[in-house]
């Protein structure tokens, strides 16, 4: 009996990590299709906060803001190893990417910066979890 009871333990410890599992997938396809949008390889584990535009100048800036449990400088060293240090500015804790390099008026940027840090993700209706330590902003103009 006492077998039976752990089995069935296993079985729904199983069937609960399979589930989440299973729902990472979806979320991944979709911040990977938001990334490649940008020009830019996603990062395992953000969350997606929003997307917003802003308009003026003849021009639109459009952006999406995520969230991740890993410290800003583990996000730039990911990135780095991807992106090289083309365009690249390292900035307090975070740094960013400024598309194309030397470009005035960059066409797409990454920016990655503490969580607590002023910026425009503060405009999205979700807010980080307590536990987020880094805010990755893309933005392109148009």
């Avoid at 399979?18 to 969350?47: M, R, W």
């Avoid at 997606?48 to 952006?63: A, D, N």
């Avoid at 960013?96 to 405009?123: Q, Y």
Wanted: hydrophobic share 35%; aromatic share 10%.
């Amino acid at each position: 009996m006492k077998s039976l009871a752990v089995l069935f333990a296993f079985m729904v410890i199983g069937f609960a990590g399979n589930c989440a599992a299973q729902s990472d997938g979806p979320k991944a396809e979709v911040n990977d299709s938001i990334f490649k949008s940008y020009g830019f390889p996603s990062h395992p584990d953000l969350t997606h906060l929003c997307r917003k535009r802003v308009y003026g100048s003849g021009s639109e800036i459009t952006w999406d803001a995520f969230v991740s449990k890993a410290e800003p400088s583990e996000i730039v060293e990911y990135y780095l190893r991807k992106l090289s240090k083309v365009g690249f500015t390292r900035e307090d804790k975070g740094g960013t990417w400024r598309l194309p390099a030397g470009n005035p008026r960059p066409k797409r940027v990454l920016n990655i910066i503490p969580v607590g840090t002023d910026n425009p993700s503060r405009e999205c209706e979700e807010h980080p979890a307590s536990d987020s330590r880094a805010i990755i902003l893309l933005s392109r103009m148009s």
